[in-house]
């Protein structure tokens, strides 16, 4: 069974830097793409970056700059460098995916969530 593990979460100063990473576990055929989203208390969940298969990447407005995305499909790994991190980076952070599993057909997936706070 097919499952996204997150890490690298934290607290981190304004200014600061983290680094997530994704990874799905299990029989993983094909990933078409990957995302991060995020959701702060009291607002919605919200795109922050996506990835392709072939690389393409693109990001929410209000994390260009500062944030990048990367992907290492080989590994079924998805990577999120954010730098120049704002109290309002604060969220829970989750890892997103289509991909086709072993046994069955493309699906989407999450994972639980990372907490990345902001804060001095």
């Known amino acids: 069974q097919v499952q996204l593990v997150e890490s690298g979460g934290g607290l981190v100063q304004p200014g600061g830097s983290l680094r997530l990473s994704c990874v799905a576990t299990?029989?993983?055929?094909?990933?078409?793409?990957m995302n991060w989203f995020r959701q702060a208390p009291g607002k919605q969940r919200e795109l922050v970056a996506h990835?392709?298969?072939?690389?393409?990447?693109n990001y929410a407005d209000s994390v260009k700059g500062r944030f990048t995305i990367s992907g290492d499909y080989a590994k079924n790994a998805v990577y999120l460098q954010m730098d120049s991190l704002k109290p309002e980076d604060t969220a829970v952070y989750y890892c997103?995916?289509?991909?086709?599993?072993?046994?069955?057909?493309?699906?989407?997936?999450w994972g639980p969530g990372t907490q990345v706070t902001v804060d001095t």
């Open positions: 299990g029989s993983v055929v094909r990933i078409n793409f």
């Open positions: 990835i392709s298969y072939d690389g393409s990447a």
């Open positions: 997103h995916a289509y991909l086709r599993p072993l046994h069955d057909g493309y699906t989407e997936y």
